[in-house]
């Protein structure tokens, strides 16, 4: 690696270690450069930058439990040692080892994320063939059918996903003796004191909205002092607006998929996780427009009597 590069990466590490300053009570077994003898300005260095690749490991360990046990620790070492002994002079083939990892990395989690098999050495004549030269790849045309092809994996995943949300959903509804609105929709009892008739599509209200999941994690959070009913939100919140009152409070339970779409994993929402949400409605606040305020603040001023002027 170039110094730059190396630089380069080490920065990068810097930004997290904000998010990282744990050292788990064993910052007493770690070995600093006093221990070594003959330490060069370059092993100094170099020293820090294995300092930032563990601060890189524990970042990934906070997404992924089990990179933090000792046993995956290990195993992650015994790894980067066998890439750093497989590393040879030709900067070529140490480019394609690094790649070949990362895409085999890639290739499981695709594996995993959309359910399928594949056929690995179809890949690898791809690669073949398209270095025979530099004009074998139609880069467009591979571009829109990787993506048209993905599109379509995503389209499956999402239907699939959203199968199993239904079914864990309809689980903890009986569960919790949820009342059931619709297949992606539950709800538990209003409180509060309503005012009027029930709430319809194209009505003017306030609204605040509070939503999390069944561990209490909250994913977000609207107050809106004017709502168009219909407009603003995903169907479920809408679908929920629909069965109440204004001045009513009310808790629905619907999945990740109906709620985030395609977003789900942004908000690190499971198929398998009930998303609550509790909606609290209000009369609308009435904004007054630019005009009318000033035809009002007009009107509140008195004109002064005239002066009378002695002559």
């Known amino acids: 690696m170039k110094l730059k590069n ?5 920065g990068a590490s810097m930004l997290m270690l904000s998010a990282c300053s744990s050292d788990n009570g064993k910052s007493g077994d770690m070995r600093t450069l006093s221990d070594y003898e003959n330490v060069t300005t370059a092993d100094s260095l170099l020293y820090y930058y294995g300092q930032l690749r563990a601060v890189d490991y524990w970042q990934q360990a906070s997404a992924d439990s ?8 290990d195993e992650f070492l015994k790894g980067l040692r066998a890439g ?7 900067r070529a083939y140490t480019l394609g080892l690094a790649a070949g990892v990362q895409i085999s990395i890639n ?3 695709f594996a995993d994320d959309y359910k399928v098999s594949y056929n690995r050495q179809i890949m690898l004549n791809a690669i073949e063939d398209g270095l025979k030269n530099d004009s074998a790849v139609n880069p467009g045309e591979a571009n829109q059918e990787f993506r048209r092809i993905l599109n379509q994996l995503n389209m499956q995943k999402e239907e699939a996903d959203r199968a199993v949300a239904i079914e864990t959903l309809a689980e903890a509804a009986k569960a919790g ?8 929709l539950y709800a538990a009892p209003a409180t509060g004191n309503a005012d009027g008739a029930p709430i319809k599509t194209g009505d003017n209200i306030g609204v605040k909205v509070e939503i999390s999941n069944t561990d209490g994690k909250e994913l977000d959070r609207r107050n ?7 407009q603003g939100f995903p169907g479920p919140v809408t679908e929920a607006l629909l069965t109440m009152k204004v001045g009513e ?3 629905f339970y619907t999945t990740g998929p109906e709620m985030f779409g395609r977003f789900t994993e942004r908000y690190n929402v499971k198929p398998t996780q009930v998303i609550t949400f509790t909606i609290t409605t209000m009369p609308a606040v009435e904004k007054k427009s630019d005009d009318n305020a000033a035809s009002e603040a007009r009107a509140a001023i008195k004109p002064s009597a005239p002066v009378k002027v002695n002559r």
């Open 224 to 230: 809106m002092d004017s709502l168009r009913v219909g």
């Open 249 to 251: 409070t009310r808790k």
């Open 177 to 184: 003796k949820w009342q059931k609105l619709s297949e992606s």
């Open 107 to 109: 290739m499981k989690d």
């Open 66 to 73: 089990t990179m933090a046990s000792r046993e995956s620790r």
């Open 84 to 90: 750093m002994d497989a590393a040879r002079e030709s």
């Open 6 to 10: 190396l630089l380069f990466a080490a």
